[in-house]
């Protein structure tokens, strides 16, 4: 079983204009964690390097991918998401397509008519894992709690309770993207981002952007959650 994990590249946004900035997305390389142990993960950062789509779908189709997971987290990535989708299947390429994040957590029925396969609703980590084992043992994802997904032309939803303590995830695989990428110029032009998370509650994700100098220590602060 192979996944492809995506943020897509919407174009320069203003932190980068302004301060030169971009973080890892910390949120899927949580879920990359989570699924690490049950498959073959791929982190297609576009937007980090500046992909435009086109190479995007490409490097999606080197790694033929059985489930392509795409992070919403912010309306603005979800038009560059869907045309890349369209583009995949224009080629040919019939991975099994989940979005996930803020977005497609509260426009689900609007992204399932787009030709999405599933849409995780809220907190990720457990969702996906459970996703992606049922697909790899070619089970219904019918059983699989807090998805949305169309069955014989009806949107079926169901949710799950929140993660309670979070030291109990797996680490993000921070492994899978290079930390170099990461930046924030206005602090310096060696200036590098890590992203930790600190807490979360039943309704959002609270993460922090922790800069580093180059040559220096970053660590994860997961003794720190609550």
Request: net charge negative.
């Amino acid at each position: 079983m192979k996944v492809a994990l995506v943020r897509t590249n919407p174009g320069k946004s203003g932190y980068a204009s302004a301060y030169g900035y971009i973080a890892p997305p910390l949120g899927i390389l949580s879920l990359a964690g989570a699924i690490r142990e049950v498959a073959e993960v791929k982190v297609i950062d576009a937007e980090a390097r500046g992909l435009a789509e086109e190479e995007t779908v490409a490097e999606i189709e080197a790694f033929d991918p059985d489930i392509v997971g795409f992070t919403t987290i912010a309306s603005t990535y979800v038009n560059p998401s869907l045309r890349i989708v369209r583009r995949m299947r224009e080629e040919g390429l019939d991975s099994f397509v989940v979005f996930g994040g803020h977005h497609s957590t509260f426009t689900y029925p609007l992204v399932l008519r787009e030709g999405v396969d599933a849409v995780v609703i809220g907190e990720g980590e457990n969702t996906f894992q459970e996703l992606v084992k049922a697909l790899k043992e070619r089970g219904s994802i019918r059983n699989v709690k807090g998805i949305a997904y169309v069955e014989k032309g009806d949107v079926k939803v169901s949710y799950r309770e929140p993660i309670v303590n979070l030291d109990e995830l797996p680490m993000p695989a921070y492994d899978l993207v290079d930390s170099k990428t990461y930046r924030a110029t206005i602090l310096g032009e060696n200036a590098r981002i890590a992203s930790v998370e600190t807490s979360r509650d039943a309704l959002t994700t609270v993460s922090s952007a922790v800069p580093r100098r180059c040559g220096g220590t970053h660590g994860d602060s997961r003794a720190m959650r609550g």
